[in-house]
């Protein structure tokens, strides 16, 4: 059943959609850890839905426990947006996000993406055309702006006019892709103009971060934080008061309780895309998930080149 924005609890805290990083696997995971959590998948064309092209159609699989799931699009074709959020009913997803700020240049050159800042009249028929087309609640991901945040308001007003019910707007322009620091400072500005939710991202990476940056915000979206520690999502639940300590489960403190939730982590990436896919994709978080551990480096040579469970196993135990 495709949910409203309005009966979400607040402030919302979000999974950030994030290229090669929040799969299905991922995402149960954080769910598992913080269950009042919204989580999106990671980007996917729109272009690809509509193509039925069989990598795409993979990445839309998602379990039962991740709802309310929402699918994240990114493209410029309108007629694939259409077909893309028609598909995405039929499958079972409960809300569509359209990425407007995703940096990458191989994304950005396409006229994708954040591209779409420079493009308002395209991003204003893109979410126009997707209302028209489902029922499940739109949002948009979208930054400052192009280099620095003179066109914001016009632009979060007409995003807002075409049809968002929803606005994540990341605190860097384009130009700054992930340098330097999130302003949240404009992001404010515009929630006080806007009368559709309005959330913030950049730079949560503690509880405390994600308490001081919500000001007048709905709610926050917490990226890169997470890699290596998806528990931050329950830090951030407990910090704005949607959970209670007892509700999520806290990042472990010794090591013994940490290759738990890595083989957890390592068990779901194998389920969700086979025994060779799940191994390479699980290696990256291997690396990410003992940093600051005594003899870290050694171990990480070994964990990123795993190819089985049992090979995980061996590994951890030798620890």
């Known amino acids: 059943m495709p949910f409203t924005w309005k009966e979400i609890k607040k402030p919302y805290v979000i999974l950030a959609p994030m290229a090669g990083y929040t799969d299905s696997s991922f995402r149960q995971l954080v769910k598992e850890i913080a269950p009042p959590v919204l989580c999106i998948t990671e980007l996917i064309s729109a272009d690809g839905i509509a193509y039925e092209g069989v990598k795409t159609m993979e990445m839309l699989k998602f379990d039962e426990s991740e709802r309310p799931h929402i699918l994240q699009l990114f493209g410029k074709n309108l007629d694939h947006f259409k077909e893309a959020v028609q598909i995405a009913e039929d499958l079972g997803f409960d809300g569509i996000d359209i990425n407007m700020g995703c940096p990458a240049k191989k994304v950005v050159n396409s006229m994708h ?43 979060a007003k007409g995003l807002e006019a075409a049809g968002a019910q929803m606005i994540t707007i990341h605190g860097r322009t384009t130009k700054q892709a992930f340098m330097g620091k999130a302003d949240w400072e404009p992001i404010y500005r515009v929630k006080k103009n806007l009368s559709i939710p309005v959330t913030g991202n950049g730079d949560i990476m503690s509880g405390k971060d994600a308490k001081d940056k919500l000001e007048n915000l709905d709610g926050v979206m917490v990226g890169r934080g ?49 025994q060779k896919k799940g191994m390479l994709d699980i290696r990256k978080h291997f690396a990410t998930y003992i940093k600051g551990f005594p003899n870290a480096s050694k171990y990480r040579s070994e964990l990123v080149r795993v190819e089985s469970i049992e090979e995980v196993k061996k590994i951890l135990n030798n620890i």
């Open 113 to 155: 993406g954040s591209a779409l800042i420079k493009i308002p009249e395209l991003a204003f028929q893109i979410v126009e055309t997707c209302a028209k087309n489902t029922k499940l609640p739109l949002s948009v991901k979208t930054r400052l702006g192009w280099e620095d945040d003179s066109t914001l308001f016009d632009f």
């Open 226 to 274: 997470t890699f290596g520690n998806p528990w931050l999502m329950g830090e951030v639940c407990v910090a704005l008061g949607i959970s209670k300590p007892n509700e999520v489960i806290a990042r472990p403190t010794e090591f013994e309780e940490l290759k738990k939730w890595m083989l957890r982590h390592c068990e779901l990436s194998v389920e969700v895309h086979g």
